[in-house]
């Protein structure tokens, strides 16, 4: 078979909008928006690749509020809507079928050669999978590793999944990655089947009987990746799957459709919001922490201890800061937790509070008030430490 590689595609994006964006991640070099008029752009090399996606992370947070708390607001996958309100307006941020294509001309622009895919995410709420509603990128690129210099490969990059991976993860089957800390990790595995396929192995002796090339060929083609989540226990949880088939924008928008309707599960049924910080008092020690853990600077711009993750899963709050959980709470209202929003995520600055208030009110994401029976049985658990309420 002959080896095929992506294309390097012409991006979207005009010069001025690439520099428009990554003055907005503030990459370095382009901070100072005079500077990032004239600042020479970076290679399309790995470590551009990993500052690019740490630096999206940290400025677009992964949220779908405008379907919850702004009139007459949408959740469009187009660019140019996606760019007008990323770059132009910076009105927050929002999920991977927005952010990711805009991450994906910002690739096309530098020079690097990939292609999307679609994937299914699971819940562990419900032990479920979904339709083919999440969006990743696949980069090709040289190998970082010293053994495989020059070696060509595959890297999986996204900038859209909640508790994302902070980094590229080299596609290979079992393939770790730090996330936030030094507990948190990242895998991809390898399967030979998607998850809820159909597909068995044939039987004897139909095993080792001839079969037309065909058959064989759509065997090896139901193989996907599950990017997996390490979990306190040991226990790696699945986050996504997908098959390395290229998607085109038309897909993008058509999974768009499915998860951006007002009764779409969960993003019009919940508040789910999570933000990416470098902690300033842990920031100045990140380059003395990589030497010391033997970190290649390729992959991890920052130390995994420096990075500060807030969320806001439903009716709770909780900030993590490297290993710590510095607070994990109950929000007691919904004016409490529009307060949150705006204060400590940089989110809905565009909507006054009242307006949040209104276009919330009667939807099912709307945060039911708490009684003070309930308050008081809250407490009461947090004390016994029999709250089991746990977020990603």
Same mark, same amino acid.
């Given at each position: 078979?002959?080896?095929?590689?992506p294309k390097l595609v012409q991006s979207k994006l005009s010069e001025a909008?690439?520099?428009?964006?990554?003055?907005?991640?503030?990459?370095?070099?382009?901070? #100072? @928006?005079?500077?990032? =008029?004239k600042a020479t752009f970076p290679a399309a090399t790995l470590s551009t690749?990993?500052?690019? @996606?740490?630096?999206?992370?940290?400025?677009?947070?992964?949220?779908?509020?405008?379907?919850?708390?702004?009139?007459? $607001?949408?959740?469009?996958?187009?660019?140019?809507?996606?760019?007008?309100?990323?770059? /132009?307006?910076?009105?927050?941020?929002?999920?991977? =079928?927005?952010?990711?294509?805009?991450?994906? /001309?910002?690739?096309?622009?530098?020079?690097?050669?990939?292609?999307?895919?679609?994937?299914?995410?699971? $819940?562990?709420?419900?032990?479920?999978?979904?339709?083919?509603?999440?969006?990743?990128?696949?980069?090709?690129?040289?190998?970082?590793?010293?053994?495989?210099?020059?070696?060509?490969?595959?890297?999986?990059?996204?900038?859209?999944?909640?508790?994302?991976?902070?980094?590229?993860?080299?596609?290979?089957?079992?393939?770790?990655?730090?996330?936030?800390?030094?507990? +948190?990790?990242?895998?991809?595995?390898?399967?030979?089947?998607?998850?809820?396929?159909?597909?068995? !192995?044939?039987? &004897?002796? +139909?095993?080792?009987?001839?079969?037309?090339?065909?058959?064989?060929?759509?065997?090896?083609?139901?193989?996907?990746?599950?990017? @997996?989540?390490?979990?306190?226990?040991?226990?790696?949880?699945?986050?996504?799957?997908? &098959?390395?088939?290229?998607?085109?924008? /038309? #897909?993008?928008?058509? $999974?768009?459709?499915?998860?951006?309707?007002? +009764?779409?599960?969960?993003?019009?049924?919940?508040?789910?919001?999570?933000?990416?910080?470098?902690?300033?008092?842990?920031?100045?020690? $990140? &380059?003395?922490?990589?030497?010391? #853990?033997?970190?290649?600077? +390729?992959?991890? !711009?920052?130390?995994?201890?420096?990075?500060?993750?807030?969320?806001?899963?439903?009716?709770?709050?909780?900030?993590?800061?490297?290993?710590?959980?510095?607070?994990?709470?109950?929000?007691?209202?919904?004016?409490?937790?529009?307060?949150?929003?705006?204060?400590?995520?940089?989110?809905?600055?565009?909507?006054?509070?009242?307006?949040?208030?209104?276009?919330?009110?009667?939807? !099912?994401?709307?945060?039911?008030?708490?009684? /003070?029976?309930?308050?008081?049985q809250a407490k009461t658990n947090e004390i016994n430490g029999t709250d089991?309420?746990?977020?990603?």
């Amino acid at each position: 078979m002959v080896n095929l590689r992506p294309k390097l595609v012409q991006s979207k994006l005009s010069e001025a909008q690439a520099r428009a964006v990554l003055h907005t991640i503030a990459f370095p070099g382009f901070e #100072d @928006q005079q500077e990032s =008029l004239k600042a020479t752009f970076p290679a399309a090399t790995l470590s551009t690749l990993s500052r690019l @996606q740490i630096h999206f992370l940290l400025t677009f947070p992964f949220e779908a509020l405008s379907m919850n708390y702004e009139p007459h $607001s949408s959740m469009s996958s187009h660019l140019r809507d996606v760019y007008t309100r990323f770059v /132009e307006q910076r009105h927050g941020g929002g999920y991977c =079928l927005q952010v990711n294509p805009l991450y994906r /001309e910002v690739l096309s622009f530098l020079g690097y050669r990939y292609f999307g895919v679609l994937g299914r995410v699971f $819940s562990p709420i419900s032990h479920s999978w979904s339709g083919l509603t999440h969006t990743a990128s696949l980069v090709y690129l040289d190998s970082h590793l010293p053994e495989e210099a020059g070696k060509k490969v595959y890297y999986l990059s996204d900038v859209g999944y909640g508790s994302s991976p902070h980094r590229p993860i080299l596609l290979r089957d079992g393939w770790e990655e730090f996330g936030r800390g030094s507990v +948190e990790k990242f895998r991809v595995v390898r399967k030979a089947l998607q998850p809820q396929s159909t597909f068995e !192995p044939a039987p &004897a002796p +139909e095993a080792t009987e001839q079969v037309d090339e065909q058959v064989e060929s759509i065997a090896g083609n139901q193989a996907g990746w599950i990017l @997996q989540q390490s979990k306190p226990s040991g226990e790696w949880q699945d986050c996504y799957a997908f &098959a390395p088939l290229q998607c085109f924008d /038309e #897909d993008y928008h058509a $999974s768009n459709k499915a998860t951006s309707h007002k +009764e779409s599960v969960p993003f019009a049924t919940m508040i789910l919001v999570v933000r990416y910080l470098l902690h300033p008092d842990r920031l100045p020690h $990140s &380059a003395q922490r990589l030497q010391r #853990d033997g970190l290649q600077p +390729e992959l991890y !711009p920052y130390h995994p201890s420096v990075v500060e993750q807030r969320m806001i899963v439903g009716d709770k709050y909780i900030v993590k800061i490297g290993d710590d959980t510095e607070v994990s709470r109950k929000i007691e209202s919904e004016g409490e937790r529009v307060d949150l929003l705006k204060r400590e995520f940089g989110l809905l600055r565009h909507v006054s509070k009242e307006e949040a208030l209104q276009t919330i009110s009667g939807k !099912p994401s709307r945060l039911k008030e708490t009684s /003070e029976t309930e308050r008081k049985q809250a407490k009461t658990n947090e004390i016994n430490g029999t709250d089991r309420t746990s977020a990603h």
